[in-house]
């Protein structure tokens, strides 16, 4: 059993940067893919970015890709996402996930946390 808090959410103004954390207990986070999601109000749960055990592969959605960087460090059992130029339609909740391999469905996650608020507004 795998357990996930987020952390580093907040309100930051169109333009701005925020890093989110994601801390992992519980089972074995360097073998574990992990994933960045999102759902704004109203909307589908959307893939943000996923990372393999390693980090030596990360993919992104075409929307965050080149602004948001995916990253892990495994002796802190920590995934990150680095968020710059950030927009009002990055407001959302951020969701990370645990899984065996890399996937791009928040269904294929094993285990999830419970989520930061990211709000993006002057």
């Known amino acids: 059993q795998v357990q996930l808090v987020e952390s580093g959410g907040g309100l930051v103004q169109p333009g701005g940067s925020l890093r989110l954390s994601c801390a992992a207990s519980?089972?074995?986070?360097?073998?574990?893919?992990m994933g960045w999601f999102r759902q704004a109000p109203g909307k589908e749960r959307e893939f943000v970015a996923t990372?393999?055990?390693?980090?030596?592969?990360?993919s992104y959605a075409e929307s965050v890709k080149g602004r948001f960087t995916i990253s892990r460090d495994n002796a802190k059992n920590t995934v990150y996402l680095q968020m710059n130029s950030l927009t009002a339609e990055d407001t959302a909740v951020y969701y990370c996930?645990?899984?065996?391999?890399?996937?791009?469905?928040?269904?294929?996650?094993?285990?999830w946390g419970q989520g930061t608020q990211v709000t993006v507004s002057s």
């Open positions: 519980g089972g074995t986070f360097s073998s574990s893919a």
């Open positions: 990372i393999n055990w390693s980090g030596n592969y990360a």
């Open positions: 996930a645990a899984g065996k391999y890399v996937r791009y469905t928040w269904t294929s996650y094993d285990y």
